[in-house]
């Protein structure tokens, strides 16, 4: 059983977990085959929500490598997954597709969920969960507003509300800690 931490082990080891956990408004996202992922896809299960895009050069792909870190680890030491889920939300809706952002996310994991939606739909969720996305320019080749954006894990409670914020620099000994720690209650 995993150690459970205190509100300041778990912020020296990189998690904020917020007092009072955030009520969130209803989103839709869609993944692969038109799969819709709604609040409701949150309810019952831990959930883990990056913010990223398929042609992101570094930031995307190297978090996303330590998340499926923590899942193998996670599945070595045979730590409840049933109630876990992980997923990558495109800040790139104009490029992504619901089939390349689930594509590029199972790339890492075969049990992440890559999901897309609208601009506006993604401004909402974003903006609800603390994580800084710009809107791009009118010009359509230009995607500078894709390098400013936040590279925080984001973590939801069962009760599909926003529970807390892991933050770089990801390591994966700190992350599984602190993560088993919360999610293990």
């Known amino acids: 059983t995993p150690r459970v931490l205190s509100t300041n082990e778990l912020l020296v080891n990189g998690?904020?977990?917020?007092?009072?956990?955030?009520?969130?408004?209803?989103?839709?996202?869609?993944?692969?085959?038109?799969?819709?992922?709604?609040?409701?896809?949150?309810?019952?299960?831990?959930?883990?929500?990056?913010?990223?895009?398929?042609?992101?050069?570094?930031?995307?792909?190297?978090?996303?490598?330590?998340?499926?870190?923590?899942?193998?680890?996670?599945?070595?030491?045979?730590?409840?997954?049933?109630?876990?889920?992980?997923?990558?939300?495109?800040?790139?809706?104009?490029?992504?597709?619901?089939?390349?952002?689930?594509?590029?996310?199972?790339?890492?994991?075969?049990?992440?969920?890559?999901?897309s939606s609208t601009r506006p739909m993604l401004l909402s969720l974003a903006t609800q969960l603390s994580v800084n996305n710009v809107m791009p320019s009118n010009d359509n080749m230009d995607h500078s507003h894709l390098d400013n954006h936040v590279n925080n894990i984001i973590l939801l409670n069962p009760s599909g509300e926003f529970a807390g914020v892991f933050r770089p620099p990801f390591d994966i000994s700190r992350l599984s800690l602190t993560y088993q720690s919360v999610t293990s209650n």
Do not use: H
């Open 15 to 115: 998690l904020f977990l917020f007092e009072k956990p955030k009520q969130i408004s209803d989103f839709s996202f869609y993944s692969a085959d038109a799969t819709e992922f709604n609040k409701s896809n949150l309810n019952g299960k831990w959930t883990l929500m990056y913010f990223g895009f398929t042609r992101c050069p570094d930031e995307c792909p190297t978090t996303m490598y330590q998340i499926s870190k923590l899942i193998k680890v996670l599945r070595e030491k045979e730590f409840p997954l049933n109630d876990k889920q992980w997923v990558l939300v495109s800040i790139d809706p104009e490029r992504d597709t619901p089939e390349d952002i689930n594509k590029y996310a199972q790339g890492f994991d075969e049990d992440f969920i890559g999901i």
